[in-house]
DNA sequence: ATGGCGACAGGATGTCGA
């Protein structure tokens, strides 16, 4: 099984692009972050067309996650509420950042984690809420489904070799210690990034800013990840992540990370 | 040091992303 993660910033933009790229890949599951539209607006049908059930959970303008699977998910988890309650989540639904489906007695969470803006405002603090509920989310997740695999846009990379220029890092959006802290707080649930069963160097970034010529120069981060439950982790058996679509014209500022699981 | 670029909403330019 191929479990994409892509963060296409613009479904509608990136519309064709990523049909093309599903046309040349053999990928069972995709999951979307940033589609940026209302449910009613999402172009649903050229990906059904090509064989993919479609979920989606998407506002105007910000943030929205998809899920495109060639096999149907029976329940398809909205948000924190349905696992955590009205009363757990507050406004944290406001944004809708995660969903989640059982395929194959694998359950595939797939998040679009706060940017946070910079460290110490009123953005970073709601990214680090947002985290730390996500750690109760997942904890129960666990619970009702041992073998699960958590991938999107983390916004977090959990290492100095993650970044192109690791300097004076400590105080960065997306490398600051509360930051990789909360990311360790849901590693240590049990879920390990399988991007790093793989490869161990730096240099491999999922992310680089549209200025400033960064893809041409590499000056990324890796901030988009798959995690997986032990028994996922043990049967991964690739994790790479596909620039080329990076290279087109007009492109998201992510690559997309593709994981392999054998049976 | 700052801004660079791109998408969205709305109909000029401000907000947001990372």
Redesign the pocket.
């Known amino acids: 099984m191929k479990i994409a993660t892509w963060?296409v910033?613009?479904i509608?933009?990136?519309q064709d692009q990523v049909l093309s790229w599903l046309q040349g890949q053999d990928i069972d599951v995709l999951c979307l972050?940033?589609t940026?539209?209302?449910d009613q607006d999402f172009p649903r049908s050229p990906f059904e067309e090509l064989g993919y059930h479609v979920y989606i959970y998407g506002q105007?303008?910000?943030n929205g996650v998809a899920i495109f699977s060639r096999l149907n998910i029976e329940s398809v988890i909205m948000g924190f509420t349905p696992i955590l309650g009205a009363d757990q989540v507050g406004e944290l639904d406001d944004q809708k950042r995660v969903i989640a489906g059982v395929i194959d007695d694998i359950c595939i969470v797939n998040v679009?984690i706060?940017?946070?803006?910079?460290v110490g405002s009123d953005?970073y603090e709601y990214k680090l809420q947002w985290l730390n509920r996500l750690g109760d989310y997942l904890q129960q997740m666990l619970i009702k489904y041992p073998h699960l695999c958590i991938c999107g846009?983390f916004?977090i990379a959990p290492e100095d070799r993650d970044i192109y220029n690791p300097q004076n890092r400590e105080n960065h959006?997306?490398a600051s210690a509360a930051e990789r802290q909360a990311l360790d707080a849901i590693a240590n649930l049990g879920l390990a990034d399988g991007f790093r069963k793989f490869t161990q160097d730096g240099g491999h970034f999922t992310?680089w800013?549209?200025?400033?010529a960064s893809f041409t120069r590499n000056r990324g981060?890796r901030?988009d990840h798959h995690y997986l439950s032990p028994g996922l982790y043990q049967n991964a058996i690739a994790c790479y992540i596909d620039t080329e679509p990076r290279t087109q014209p007009?492109p998201s500022?992510?690559a997309p990370v593709i994981l392999e699981i054998g049976t």
């Open positions: 963060n910033n613009s509608r933009t990136r972050q940033e940026k539209v209302i105007k303008a910000y679009y706060p940017n946070g803006s910079s953005k846009d916004n959006i997306m992310w800013d549209y200025r400033a981060w901030i007009k500022d992510h």
